[in-house]
């Protein structure tokens, strides 16, 4: 069972500040907010922007080179699919995702060819376990290459004892609800949009337009 957090304590704000250098802040990452809107500005560069998009839950956001940051977040969409079985407890605990939710649901292929049709780079926090769904899922795009944000980052080099995504956004004050594509998606960008460095980092052994992808598919 995954533990609920802590309720905020109203009654400790008073102790903030006498004693600033024993407490920090943490603060939902705006991206994950209701209601969002989209496309979304994150940083005001124009000229030599490339498309990005994160898959299952797709985000397709602009990076720019000469900037090496991500710049703003086009647009986003969610796509659910019927596995044929039921889902089990688990999986739904960890991920909200109900038999309800992706009752003959099917994702549309041409859909997702079209957000990849520039034979983008794959970019997953986990892409040795995402890959091998994502292939035997969508055969056609077999030919994508994919890099991991996880094992391709020196998060080490940058300051950092972990690269679990939850704990990286953490330290950098900000929290979200994980184990949910949706918010496992718009964390990551999120979090490459405060550390530009480390997606300039990944992308240098690239050199090519780029995808930012969390697949979450039943098998």
């Given at each position: 069972m995954t533990r609920a957090p802590a309720p905020f304590p109203l009654e400790r704000l008073a102790d903030i500040p006498e004693r600033p250098e024993d407490f920090r802040l943490l603060e939902r990452i705006p991206l994950t907010r209701k209601p969002q809107s989209w496309p979304l500005e994150l940083?005001?560069?124009?000229?030599?922007?490339?498309?990005?998009?994160?898959?299952?839950?797709?985000?397709?956001?602009?990076?720019?080179?000469?900037?090496?940051r991500i710049v703003s977040?086009?647009?986003?969409?969610?796509?659910?699919?019927?596995?044929?079985?039921?889902?089990?407890g688990l999986?739904?605990?960890?991920?909200?995702?109900?038999?309800?939710?992706?009752q003959r649901q099917r994702i549309d292929d041409a859909l997702v060819a079209s957000w990849l049709s520039d034979d983008p780079l794959v970019v997953a926090h986990n892409a040795q376990f995402d890959r091998p769904f994502f292939e035997k899922r969508f055969v056609?795009?077999?030919?994508?290459?994919?890099?991991?944000?996880?094992?391709?980052?020196?998060?080490?080099?940058?300051?950092?004892e972990s690269r679990k995504l939850e704990y990286l956004l953490l330290r950098l004050g900000w929290f979200y609800e994980g184990h949910r594509a949706a918010t496992d998606c718009l964390a990551m960008a999120w979090l490459f949009h405060l550390l530009p460095e480390s997606v300039a980092n990944l992308l240098s052994e690239a050199d090519r337009r780029t995808v930012l992808g969390k697949v979450r598919i039943s098998p």
């Open positions: 940083s005001a560069v124009v000229g030599d922007e490339q498309p990005m998009v994160v898959l299952y839950y797709l985000v397709k956001v602009l990076y720019s080179p000469s900037a090496k977040i086009v647009d986003v969409i969610s796509l659910y699919e019927d596995p044929g079985k039921p889902i089990p999986i739904t605990e960890l991920t909200g995702i109900t038999d309800d939710m992706v056609t795009l077999g030919h994508l290459s994919w890099a991991c944000s996880a094992s391709g980052i020196d998060w080490k080099a940058l300051g950092f």
